[in-house]
């Protein structure tokens, strides 16, 4: 089994319409994050999470919201969908400073 | 504040030819360097990274990158590809002692591997 699980892995959805993107961990992390992938611009950070009580937007975070509903679960949220969030989006996490990331298979995501 | 570039979108090398993926920063501080394979259809899997010792440093399949400070740069090598390395690329680079939350991503260089 994947160190990192995301579900779906795939998903078109219509505009205005609530989605869930959920991730799951097996690997004892604390910290554990949303990104968006789009062709051009890299990663960027969405929210990121310390641990089940600390959660802190990151970079692009308007238009989304998370849930840290356990250690090993964190789930990104788009209330109202919006073609422009269609994106790659994986979910990664990390131990302590200093060591690598680990990163989900990614969700495919298209709003029309 | 930091960034990074990563100036070849896209790189197409013969299979058995050597590899070099450029990656530039901008950082006032020591770095954190890191190179991520992404494999089509796959997640980002960590090639190799850099926080202090050696500048040349060696990672999982037979990549190496050197960090050069005078040049900003962390390049990634490799003496001889193989067609399955055909993916994209990611250079990142944070500040130490921090999470990944720090982390700013390259935009990508695409590998193709012509037989």
């Known amino acids: 089994d994947a160190d990192v699980t995301q579900t779906p892995r795939n998903r078109i959805t219509k505009t205005g319409k609530r989605i869930m993107l959920e991730c799951s961990q097996t690997?004892?992390?604390?910290?554990m994050y949303w990104y968006r992938q789009d062709p051009g611009l890299g990663l960027r950070l969405i929210y990121y999470?310390?641990?089940?009580?600390?959660?802190n937007k990151g970079e692009i975070s308007d238009g989304y919201s998370v849930s840290r509903q356990a250690q090993a679960k964190f789930s990104l949220s788009l209330e109202s969908a919006i073609p422009n969030q269609t994106a790659l989006y994986f979910c990664?996490?990390?131990?302590?400073?200093?060591?690598?990331?680990?990163f989900g298979q990614g969700t495919r995501l298209t709003v029309v | 504040a930091q960034s990074v570039t990563q100036p070849d979108i896209h790189i197409t090398v013969s299979e058995g030819a050597s590899l070099e993926l450029r990656c530039n920063y901008s950082?006032?501080?020591?770095?954190?360097l890191f190179w991520y394979v992404q494999s089509p259809g796959q997640g980002l899997q960590l090639l190799l990274k850099?926080?202090?010792?050696?500048?040349l440093v060696q990672g999982i399949k037979g990549f190496e990158a050197e960090f050069k400070r005078s040049q900003s740069s962390f390049n990634l090598r490799k003496p001889s590809v193989h067609w399955s390395d055909a993916a994209e690329y990611f250079c990142?680079?944070?500040?130490?002692?921090?999470?990944?939350?720090?982390?700013?991503f390259g935009t990508g260089t695409r590998l193709l591997v012509s037989p």
């Open positions: 690997k004892g992390h604390d910290r």
């Open positions: 850099y926080f202090s010792g050696d500048t």
């Open positions: 950082y006032g501080a020591t770095p954190y």
């Open positions: 999470s310390f641990d089940v009580k600390d959660i």
């Open positions: 990142a680079v944070g500040p130490m002692n921090t999470g990944f939350q720090k982390l700013v």
């Open positions: 990664a996490t990390s131990g302590e400073p200093n060591t690598e990331a680990f």
